[in-house]
C-alpha cells in the first residue's frame, strides 16, 4: 500500500489488491486452525452432552440415599490413598460377599492401576471421584468438567467403562456441580451415613456410627483407614442382622428408579 500526494495537496492511497488477498488467505486459515482446534479439545465434553440430551427426565439432583421403602443399603469408599490397607479390605469384602463402590481419583488410579484392576476383578463397581481432590466448588465451569472427564477417560484404559457415578471430592455439592456432572452423563453420589473414617475414630465408634442409623436406602461413605478395614466384619454382620441386604451403588439406583409394577 502506498501514498502519494497529488498536485494541489490532495492524498490518496494506492492499495495492492494482491498484497492484500494474500493477507486475508493468511488470517482465514489461521482462524480456521484456531477453530479447529477449539473444536478437537470440546469435543469429549459436546460428545457427553449430546449423548445424554435426551435423559432430561432423570433428576439431576445429588443422590444422598436410595429407596426408603426397601431395605437396601450400600457401602461406598472414596480411594485417594490408602493402597497399604486395601489389599485386606478386598480380602474381608470377599470373604464376606460384599461388593461395594468404590470412587477412584484419577491421580490415585495412575499409580496403583494393579490395585483398581484388582478391585474391578473382584466384581466391585469402579466411580469417579475426579481426577484430583480438588474443591469442585472453586473451579471453572471448564476445570469441571475436565475433572470429571479427565479421569473418566483414565479409569476406561485402565478398566474398562467406569460406572457413570460421580462422587465430588470433599463431599461439595451444589446444583451447578450436579448439572455438570448430569450433562456429562453421571449422577452424583452423596451419602446417608459418614462413618468420619478419615479422623481415625475407634472401631467401635465405626461400627456404631454405621449401625445405630442404618435404613433402607442408606448410603454408608467410608475410606480405606485401618480401623474401617477392622469395622468392616461388624458392619457387615450387623446390617445383615438387622435385614439389610448390601449392594453397589448402582444397583441401588436402578432399585430406586425402576418402574413399579402393575401386576
Known sequence: MKQRKKPGGFWFVCVSLRGLGQRLGVAMLVLVWLVSLAFAVTLPYWRSSVDVMGLSEISMDPIYRGNADRPLMSLTVNVDWGQEVLPDMLAT????????????????????????????????????????????????????????????????????????????????????????????????????????????????????????????????????????????????EGLRQKGYQLLPVGELIEEMEAPISSS
Do not use: C
Open 93 to 236: 469384602l470377599k470373604e464376606h460377599d460384599v461388593k461395594v463402590t468404590f470412587f477412584v481419583t484419577g491421580r490415585w488410579a495412575k499409580q496403583f492401576p494393579d490395585l483398581l484392576k484388582q478391585m474391578a476383578e473382584a466384581g466391585h463397581e469402579i466411580a469417579n471421584h475426579g481426577m484430583k481432590h480438588a474443591h469442585p466448588k472453586q473451579l471453572s465451569d471448564w476445570d469441571l468438567a475436565m475433572l470429571i472427564l479427565e479421569n473418566d477417560k483414565l479409569l476406561k484404559g485402565i478398566v474398562g467403562e467406569p460406572s457413570p457415578l460421580f462422587a465430588p471430592p470433599y463431599g461439595e455439592v451444589d446444583r451447578r456441580i450436579a448439572a455438570t456432572a448430569r450433562t456429562l452423563g453421571y449422577r452424583t453420589i452423596m451419602w446417608t451415613i459418614d462413618t468420619i473414617d478419615w479422623q481415625e475414630p475407634s472401631v467401635e465408634t465405626t461400627i456404631e456410627r454405621v449401625i445405630s442409623r442404618a435404613q433402607n436406602g442408606g448410603i454408608v461413605l467410608m475410606h480405606p483407614k485401618p480401623n474401617t478395614v477392622k469395622a468392616l466384619p461388624q458392619i457387615i
